[in-house]
C-alpha cells in the first residue's frame, strides 16, 4: 500500500461509481473513499485494503469519508459515544497507512430528533477527546441535516484546534438548510477547508428525499454564485459527489470554469 504523501490534488472524486469508471480521474484527480464508512468493512479491513490495491494505481491520493450510520458523538449515552469513538480511531488509523490528507465526518446532528440544547458543549468534548489521540490528519465535519450552520461555526471555534475544521456540502445545505446556501458560505468560510459538490431541487424537490446528488447545473442550486464565494478561500479542496460520469464530468467543467482552473 502506498503510504507516501504526495502532493494533493485540489479535486477528489467520490467512490460513488463504480472503481472502473472512477480510474479515469486518477492522477488528475484524488478519490475520497466511502468503502470505509461500513462498520462491518471497518471491523475487517483488511480485504478491502487489499482490493484498494487493485482499483487504484499507487500514487493515488485518498481523503476517508468517516464512518456515520448508528452513531452519535453528542449522545447522552457514554456507551454510544464509546462506539461511535472506536469508529473514529479506526478509520484515522487506516488514513495513516492510506496517507490521506483528510477524513470527511457527518456532525450527525438531526432535527426532531436530537436538541441543540448542549449539543455544541457534548460535540466540543468528544473532539477533543478524539484529538488527543489522533492529531496526524485533518479532520473536518460537514453538514448533512443541519438546517442552520451556526452551530457548526460555534462548534469550530469552541473546538479551537487547527486540524478541527468544517466541510460545507453545499447540495445538504441547498435542500435542508434553513437559509440560502451562499449565506452558508460566506459564514463558514473561516472554517472551512473541504467541499462537497452536487446540485438538488432544493427542499421544494419533487422527491421524498431530496438530496438527488445531481450535476451542478441539473438542479436549482445557485453553483456559480456559491462557488464565487469559496474561491476566495484558494486552499479549498473539493469532491464531486455524483453517482454516473456524466454528472462527474459536468461539475468539473462548472467546478473548473468557476475557480479559473481552466
Known amino acids: 500500500m502506498n503510504t507516501k504523501q504526495n502532493t494533493n490534488p485540489r479535486i477528489y472524486i467520490s467512490e ?4 472502473a469508471q472512477l480510474r479515469r480521474y486518477v492522477p488528475e484527480c484524488g478519490i475520497e473513499l ?4 461500513v462498520g462491518d468493512t471497518l471491523e475487517h479491513p483488511q480485504d478491502a485494503l487489499a482490493r484498494l490495491k487493485d482499483d487504484f494505481p499507487p500514487e493515488t491520493q485518498y481523503i476517508l469519508h ?22 473514529y480511531m479506526q478509520v484515522y488509523a487506516l488514513a495513516q ?16 430528533a436530537h436538541y441543540i440544547e448542549g449539543w455544541i458543549e457534548r460535540m466540543a468534548e468528544f473532539f477533543l477527546r478524539f484529538l488527543d489521540e489522533c492529531d496526524g ?21 469552541k473546538v479551537g484546534r487547527p486540524n478541527f475544521t468544517l466541510c460545507l456540502d453545499v447540495g ?27 446540485d438538488n431541487h432544493g427542499w421544494q424537490s419533487r422527491f421524498r428525499n431530496p438530496d438527488e446528488h445531481l450535476a451542478l447545473g441539473a438542479g436549482t442550486l445557485p453553483a456559480n454564485e456559491v ?23 459536468n461539475s468539473l467543467i462548472t467546478l473548473l470554469n468557476a475557480l479559473g482552473d481552466n
Not at 466511502?34 to 464508512?37: E, G, K, N
Not at 452513531?71 to 454510544?80: G, P, Q, T, V
Open 16 to 19: 460513488l461509481m463504480p472503481t
Open 34 to 37: 466511502v468503502r470505509f464508512s
Open 66 to 87: 468517516g464512518p456515520f450510520l448508528d452513531l452519535n458523538a453528542a449522545s447522552w449515552d457514554e456507551a454510544i459515544r464509546s462506539a461511535t469513538l472506536r469508529r
Open 97 to 112: 497507512e492510506l496517507g490521506a490528507s483528510n477524513i470527511v465526518l457527518h456532525s450527525g446532528f438531526i432535527p426532531n
Open 137 to 157: 490528519v485533518m479532520i473536518a465535519l460537514e453538514n448533512c441535516f443541519d438546517p442552520d450552520y451556526a452551530p457548526l461555526f460555534a462548534l469550530w471555534r
Open 172 to 198: 445538504h445545505a441547498h435542500c435542508y438548510g434553513a437559509s440560502s446556501v451562499n449565506h452558508w458560505a460566506r459564514a463558514l468560510l473561516p472554517a472551512l477547508t473541504h467541499i462537497h459538490i452536487h
Open 227 to 249: 462557488l464565487s464565494i469559496l474561491k476566495q478561500k484558494s486552499s479549498l479542496t473539493y469532491t464531486v459527489e455524483c453517482a454516473d460520469p456524466k454528472s462527474v464530468d
